[in-house]
């Protein structure tokens, strides 16, 4: 079967992963995806989770408590713009899942300007083979101008470096998801 967009970015970040490896969710919302990555780097692994609202974090933490995971967690409450401020290490995954929080203020949703230098710090923090997802939601205001942007940026990514993959289902009616996932190459070939 085709996989959804979701479910395919899960597993192929949950295929990057080993235990005691550093991963990223620059959007924590309710933590699902801060659990499937806490989950695939093991107990000497660490995640680092970004989100501007409190509610997101607190969420989060409480989806982490349920399966005893949080202590392979930073929440991180500050926006995913200032990355590189609270991660030094190398990572081998990074999930964006722009937009608002499901559940929450539809009014909070990612930029532009935001997003494109959360993008680009996240690329230098990737480690040779790591993976970042990017999952895009042109269908709410402002969201074609986001979707629009992030393609343009990663389409223009150098081939020699990064391997880029387009994810979309081209025939569904009003604005689907989008999913980008990039690669790091290895030593660049
Ligand atoms: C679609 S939700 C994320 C869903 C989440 N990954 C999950 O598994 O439940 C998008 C989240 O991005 C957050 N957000 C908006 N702007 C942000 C920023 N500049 N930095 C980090 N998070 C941001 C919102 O607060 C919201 O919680």
Do not use: C
Not at 45 to 63: C, M, S
Not at 80 to 88: A, G, L, R
Not at 117 to 130: H, S, Y
Not at 152 to 158: A, E, G, M, P
């Amino acid at each position: 079967m085709i996989k959804r967009s979701l479910e395919f970015a899960r597993q192929l970040i949950l295929d990057s992963l080993q235990d005691g490896d550093v991963a990223i969710d620059g959007t924590a919302g309710n933590g699902n995806d801060t659990l499937l990555l806490a989950k695939g780097v093991g107990d000497k692994g660490k995640v680092f989770a970004f989100d501007i609202q409190k509610e997101a974090l607190e969420n989060t933490y409480q989806r982490l408590i349920k399966h005893n995971l949080e202590h392979r967690v930073v929440l991180v409450n500050t926006g995913h713009e200032n990355i590189k401020e609270h991660v030094t290490d190398k990572v081998s995954a990074i999930m964006f899942n722009f937009g608002y929080l499901p559940g929450g203020d539809h009014g909070i949703v990612t930029k532009l300007e935001s997003t494109i230098p959360a993008i680009e710090q996240g690329l230098e923090l990737l480690k040779e083979n790591g993976v970042m997802s990017l999952m895009l939601y042109p269908g709410h205001y402002g969201g074609k101008w986001e979707t629009d942007g992030v393609l343009t940026l990663v389409k223009n990514l150098n081939q020699k470096m990064y391997t880029v993959l387009h994810y979309n289902f081209i025939n569904l009616q009003n604005f689907p998801p989008q999913l980008l996932v990039i690669q790091k190459k290895k030593n660049g070939i």
